[in-house]
């Protein structure tokens, strides 16, 4: 596996249940982000990790929760959503602190929540 | 606090014809200025970024921008658009403040070719 991957791909959930999202680099980076990309708005930061601490949380609802237990993997668990958080959900990394700030992407989770 | 803007939601452009796609930025200081696109389904692509020195950046599958520091500008260019580059594009800047490295997004254009 190269760059940023993310499983899954698809997600389809109610809004009971609980699921997690996973983000793997391979890039060696130490800082690594979720972002929320919704139809017609711009994408939102919601979380920094930088050397496995959160570093920035933008105000997302309790109801997602991210852990990052090392450097190169990156969770988001999700409990009790709502139809309006259905999104792509975009993991990416980048080099950290003193490296380059450009980010590199994963494929990103489709969300659905029924 | 940085912020981007890309006027155009929607471009539709016929194949082989050129392309610019805007893109302007307010960051008070040197902004690090970055271009991705993003196919449907896909995650987003890292197309060219600007750091310093010479204000025109070579990027990948034949993309250039320029930065013009003057009108807050970083568009993008194509000379030769292929239809195979119709996606969603993202101008990005970058911030160095200590102690927290983000980049904010525009809003993005859409770039329709046809045949």
């Known amino acids: 596996e190269t760059g940023v991957t993310q499983t899954p791909r698809h997600l389809v959930m109610g809004m009971t249940n609980k699921k997690s999202l996973k983000c793997e680099q391979h890039?060696?980076?130490?800082?690594m982000y979720w972002y929320k990309q919704s139809a017609k708005k711009p994408l939102e930061l919601m979380f920094v990790y930088n050397f496995k601490e959160q570093t920035e949380n933008n105000s997302v609802p309790s109801r997602f929760s991210p852990e990052c237990p090392n450097s190169s993997h990156l969770f988001l668990h999700l409990h009790t959503l709502q139809p309006e958080d259905s999104a792509l959900y975009l993991c990416?990394?980048?080099?950290?602190?003193?490296?380059?700030?450009?980010?590199?992407f994963g494929p990103g989770t489709r969300l659905t929540v029924l | 606090a940085q912020s981007v803007t890309q006027p155009d939601i929607h471009i539709t452009v016929s194949e082989g014809a050129s392309l610019e796609l805007r893109c302007n930025y307010s960051y008070g200081a040197t902004p690090y200025l970055f271009w991705y696109v993003q196919s449907p389904g896909q995650g987003l692509q890292l197309l060219l970024k600007y750091f310093s020195g010479d204000t025109l950046v070579q990027g990948i599958k034949g993309f250039e921008a320029e930065f013009k520091r003057s009108q807050s500008s970083f568009n993008l260019r194509k000379p030769s658009v292929h239809w195979s580059d119709a996606a969603e594009y993202f101008c990005?800047?970058?911030?160095?403040?200590?102690?927290?490295?983000?980049?904010?997004f525009g809003s993005g254009t859409r770039l329709q070719v046809q045949p």
């Open positions: 990005a800047v970058g911030a160095m403040e200590t102690g927290r490295r983000a980049l904010t």
């Open positions: 990416a990394s980048s080099k950290a602190p003193s490296g380059s700030i450009e980010q590199f």
């Open positions: 890039l060696g980076h130490n800082a």
